[in-house]
């Protein structure tokens, strides 16, 4: 079975950072999209980043640019998502996502195959 877990949320002050990680098991990790998604309360579910694990191409929705950094492991079967910068806006539920479509597309959840039970993330 196909297991993503996600990790390092958490409550962070306005202009703080918290780093979470995403590891995948069962699951053909290489030359695969894998991203970040979120959703605040009463709102849909956004893509927030997304990268390409055979080339490390990345992707970023306008709001966090400059501000978050998608990463990964191979060797680890593991994405990373550095957030910097925090705002109250920040605060949803993430969700680590694989199997997705890189490109122009990398933002609809609908083409995710793989979803982790999400991480809480709290700014104020």
């Known amino acids: 079975d196909v297991q993503l877990v996600e990790s390092g949320g958490g409550s962070a002050q306005i202009g703080g950072s918290l780093r979470l990680s995403c590891v995948a098991s069962g699951y053909t990790y290489s030359s695969n999209c894998m991203g970040w998604f979120r959703q605040a309360p009463g709102k849909e579910r956004a893509g927030v980043a997304a990268?390409?694990?055979?080339?490390?191409?990345?992707y970023y929705a306008d709001s966090v640019k400059g501000r978050f950094t998608i990463s990964r492991d191979n060797a680890k079967n593991m994405v990373y998502l550095q957030m910097n910068s925090l705002k109250p806006e920040d605060t949803a539920m993430y969700y680590c996502?694989?199997?997705?479509?890189?490109?122009?597309?990398?933002?609809?959840?609908?083409?995710?195959?793989?979803w982790g039970q999400g991480t809480q993330v709290t700014v104020s």
């Open positions: 990268i390409y694990t055979g080339g490390g191409r990345t």
């Open positions: 996502a694989a199997g997705g479509v890189c490109g122009g597309i990398w933002f609809r959840d609908y083409e995710y195959s793989y």
